[in-house]
């Protein structure tokens, strides 16, 4: 690996403050890794980061669209952008085999979300979880690196995967903040099955005075566990420092399933996290789990 210029260094090191300020669970599974490989996984996740925020920031519609659109040019002309996230950026795709498609999946996720959200069934919804998770998953891949002969259009569907079920926990956390921003993204045709209307209370709690909403939890929970156990097949066929940094950040997601899954009612008026120990206790298991 070359030695880093200092302006390349130094964007780096900005997108690392990124990471570690607005991506704590990522930030805890990428400081398992080499500082090549953290410092590339950190420019990606910034540039991820910064078009999720144009999808979730205060701009007027026909802005946040022109600023994904801008994304999109962007992305065609790294090498010619003086910024320190695209400099990164940059940097990280001559290093490694980055798919810089996913960041144009993700781009067309983030559209979905302009709108007023609703999703018909579950096919539906793996498509809209594979372009805004999924493509972070395969971005994640091309910094890991598979060891070994391994076939990478499978590994590339294993880490979609994996990013599928990382998907399904933030939706199933975050059901109630969607809500206020007229987001539903639990699939409209099971709603309907499990004779479920997402409402808020007059404290703007999520109202479930039968208890059916949390039956649905209970069921999309166990599903996205399955989604867990088809994404970890890629665990066999990473370096165990890699290894140990994808236990680490999809363990600390799985917690979080485990725990509304056990409990759904514990996101009904709160965003649920774990807590630093917690999450430090899940890095330790994953290195541990990584070396044996």
């Known amino acids: ?48 980061r910064r078009i999720d925020d144009i999808g979730d920031g205060d701009l007027p519609l026909e802005e946040k669209r022109a600023a994904l659109a801008g994304v999109r040019k962007d992305l065609g ?24 498609g996913a960041f144009e999946e993700l781009v067309a996720g983030v559209e979905t979300d302009l ?74 045709d099971e709603l309907e099955r499990f004779d479920v209307l997402i409402e808020l209370d007059e404290h703007g709690n999520l109202d479930d005075p039968q208890g059916r909403l949390a039956g649905y939890i209970r069921y999309a929970a166990g599903r996205a566990q399955d989604w867990y156990s088809l994404g970890w097949r890629l665990l066999p066929y990473l370096d165990w420092r890699s290894g140990a940094s994808c236990r680490a950040m999809s363990g600390i997601y799985h917690h979080l399933l485990r725990r509304i899954g056990a409990n759904p009612v514990l996101v009904y008026d709160q965003r649920l996290s774990l807590s630093a120990g917690e999450k430090a206790q899940v890095a330790i298991a994953s290195l541990a789990g990584a070396r044996s």
């Open 77 to 100: 002309r790294l090498g010619d952008i003086d910024e320190p996230v695209y400099v990164a950026v940059a940097d990280a795709a001559r290093r490694y085999p980055v798919p810089l």
């Open 115 to 188: 709108a007023d959200v609703r999703i018909g069934d579950f096919d539906e919804l793996v498509v809209y979880c594979r372009r805004v998770a999924g493509s972070v998953g395969r971005l994640c891949l091309s910094i890991f690196g598979p060891t070994g002969s391994a076939d990478l259009e499978t590994l590339a569907l294993y880490a979609d995967q994996l990013g599928i079920a990382l998907q399904q926990t933030n939706i199933l956390r975050d059901i109630r903040e969607d809500l206020t921003n007229d987001r539903i993204y639990l699939p409209a």
């Open 1 to 48: 690996m070359t030695q880093l210029s200092e302006t390349v260094a130094e964007a780096y090191a900005a997108c690392l403050d990124i990471t570690r300020t607005e991506a704590r669970n990522f930030y805890y599974g990428i400081r398992l890794l080499p500082p090549p490989k953290r410092n590339a996984l950190s420019a990606l996740y910034a540039l991820a």
